[in-house]
């Protein structure tokens, strides 16, 4: 079956990266792309940005353009969200999902999320 | 930049009701508008795409209409597990606006 599987928690000094992966499996990974959404602890939905997976070009909403790179190993069917100079309100939980055409480019399927805390 | 609004915030009801939950965008955008429900410490599940249409597998109780600024997500006769936060969400070439979403509480 279709599953977007995520790496595990992280616990991140202010300033420091953090490299999520999301890893695709039961279906054709060049054929839908891949969003990334955070959630903030009590708070909404927020959209980071999205990944042609076909082509590796990148969408990011502007809030993220300067600290966050989107990326894929087509190899290992995984995408990967890198989130550069940390700050405390970077504490969210972070999912993947997969954009899919046939819904309307709704996300279809999302990974079972990661949870990054930012502490000093 | 197109803004969704979500309303109301929160709302509580019986099972057996009919809820409804509104989205207006601030400007027109056809119909180009997902909703998910979330539960708790889970991901969000797509429930309706295109405003209209129902998500493979998701019960008929839930129905989405609308088009243009203003959409309505309906619960027909709600359930005990229908209790999640709804979040309304625009597509525009390969970029997402959500929502603030609704939280449904059962009375």
């Known amino acids: 079956q279709v599953q977007l599987v995520q790496s595990g928690a992280e616990v991140k000094k202010p300033g420091a990266s953090v490299k999520v992966s999301c890893k695709t499996s039961g279906y054709s990974f060049k054929t839908f792309g891949i969003s990334w959404v955070r959630q903030a602890p009590g708070q909404g939905l927020e959209w980071m940005g999205w990944i042609n997976t076909y082509n590796g070009r990148p969408n990011y909403a502007h809030k993220f353009r300067d600290r966050v790179t989107l990326t894929t190993d087509t190899s290992t069917f995984t995408a990967y969200v890198e989130i550069r100079s940390l700050k405390f309100d970077d504490t969210a939980t972070y999912f993947c999902?997969?954009?899919?055409?046939?819904?309307?480019?709704?996300?279809?399927?999302w990974g079972q999320g990661t949870t990054v805390f930012v502490s000093s | 930049d197109i803004q969704m609004t979500q309303s109301p915030s929160t709302l509580s009801a019986f099972v057996g009701d009919r809820v409804t939950i509104t989205c207006r965008a601030s400007?027109?955008?056809?119909?180009?508008v997902a909703w998910y429900q979330q539960k708790p410490g889970k991901a969000p599940k797509l429930l309706i795409h295109k405003a209209v249409n129902l998500e493979s597998g998701v019960p008929s109780r839930f129905n989405g209409s609308g088009s243009g600024t203003e959409f309505t997500l309906t619960i027909s006769r709600l359930l005990p597990d229908d209790s999640a936060s709804y979040y309304c969400?625009?597509?525009?070439?390969?970029?997402?606006?959500f929502g603030p979403g609704t939280k449904v509480e059962i009375k």
């Open positions: 999902a997969r954009e899919s055409p046939r819904s309307s480019y709704g996300m279809d399927v």
């Open positions: 400007q027109a955008i056809s119909t180009w």
């Open positions: 969400q625009h597509y525009s070439n390969y970029a997402w606006t």
